[in-house]
């Protein structure tokens, strides 16, 4: 693991990061803009839901980068607790609000395909209230990484949450398989959308990726330097 604990160095991160960062986010923007127009545009509509099912070009991706946001966390969570590398801690407190507003939006995207599919803006149904809780567990860690930093904490309890929270991950994916419920079951790998209205969901799914790669890279560069100024203020108060 020499690799992983050389990049684990701020200095060696911020040197890579800054200029990565807007590559990232700007990428993903021209990706999801030609996705979202190529979605609206150059595709039929779909031969039972019609124009609604368009969304899925927002709301696919929202649900992989909420659920996938989890795993990145996760994995920085227990990074920290294993090898006790403080960047790992920042790119969990990093990770969570950009996988939170992207769960946040798979709620709201699926509530409003779910209107004219199903008749109805909400059901408790296994995968819309599995995504609901993980989205409640993300505000929650948010909140409790936030009161351990406000008593000094050393981040562990944060981090085991992280790690512990995880379990919610296979309940979400398999919810469709293991429910009776309204959400239909698995579509785009199992090959049940069309080519011809498929494709542009690939250029929004690598869009909104790299959208949320470039904000993570941002929050942690604006952590870091956070940290810097807090430290200089308290020399200068020391002295």
């Not at 979202?36 to 779909?46: K, V, Y």
């Not at 969570?77 to 939170?100: D, E, K, T």
Request: glycine share 8%; net charge positive.
């Amino acid at each position: 693991m020499p690799a992983l604990h050389a990049f684990a160095n701020p200095a060696r991160f911020l040197k890579i990061a800054r200029p990565l960062t807007p590559v990232l986010f700007w990428a993903g923007v021209a990706l999801v803009a030609f996705g979202c127009w190529a979605g609206l545009t150059l595709t039929p509509p779909d031969a039972v839901q019609k124009e609604s099912a368009r969304i899925l070009y927002i709301h696919v991706p929202s649900a992989w980068l909420g659920m996938g946001g989890w795993s990145g966390l996760a994995i920085a969570c227990l990074s920290y607790l294993v090898w006790r590398h403080p960047l790992a801690s920042i790119a969990a407190r990093a990770i969570a609000p950009a996988g939170a507003t992207f769960a946040a939006l798979c709620l709201l995207t699926g509530s409003i395909w779910g209107r004219p599919t199903w008749g109805t803006w909400w059901e408790w149904d296994g995968r819309l209230t599995s995504m609901l809780l993980l989205f409640f567990v993300y505000v929650a860690w948010i909140a409790l990484d936030r009161a351990d930093a406000e008593r000094s904490g050393d981040g562990r309890v944060p981090a085991l949450f992280g790690v512990a929270g995880s379990v919610l991950l296979p309940i979400v994916h398999y919810s469709v398989i293991w429910w009776n419920t309204l959400h239909q079951g698995e579509s785009v790998l199992a090959g049940k959308i069309a080519p011809s209205m498929l494709w542009p969901l690939f250029f929004t799914l690598g869009g909104f990726t790299l959208v949320f790669a470039g904000v993570v890279l941002m929050r942690m560069r604006a952590i870091l330097a956070a940290q810097k100024v807090e430290a200089r203020l308290r020399r200068m108060a020391a002295a």
